[in-house]
């Protein structure tokens, strides 16, 4: 069974930091991109992150530029999300997701570019 298991979230002030995790287990991911997004109350799922297999490219939405960072440990079949200056506006249920291999381009800023989820990990920061 493929299972992707995000942990690493709570709660945290303003300015603080986090570091999410997602560990793989049931196949390796180790040849697919992997994303990160959130879901925040009453909102649509949105794109956060995005790493290469190789962890070499990493694309972020604006509002999370210079403060996150996507990196990947592919012989333990993890990502992770480090996120730093944590605004209120971030909280969210953040989910880790596994590319699918026909994704290109701009499929991977959605989440039908991605066939593998994990359950979320509830990040909650505050002012």
């Known amino acids: 069974q493929v299972q992707l298991v995000e942990s690493g979230g709570g709660l945290v002030q303003a300015g603080g930091s986090l570091r999410l995790s997602c560990a793989a287990s049931?196949?390796?991911?180790?040849?697919?991109?992997m994303g990160w997004f959130r879901q925040a109350p009453g909102k649509q799922r949105e794109f956060v992150a995005r790493i290469s297999w190789s962890g070499g490219t990493t694309y972020y939405t604006d509002s999370v530029k210079g403060r996150f960072t996507a990196s990947r440990d592919n012989a333990k079949n993890t990502v992770y999300l480090q996120m730093n200056s944590l605004k209120p506006e971030d909280t969210a249920v953040y989910y880790c997701?596994?590319?699918?291999?026909?994704?290109?381009?701009?499929?991977?800023?959605?989440?039908?570019?991605?066939?593998?989820w994990g359950q979320g990990t509830q990040v909650t920061v505050s002012s």
């Open positions: 049931g196949r390796t991911f180790s040849s697919n991109a």
């Open positions: 997701a596994a590319a699918n291999a026909f994704s290109r381009g701009s499929d991977y800023f959605g989440p039908n570019g991605y066939g593998y």
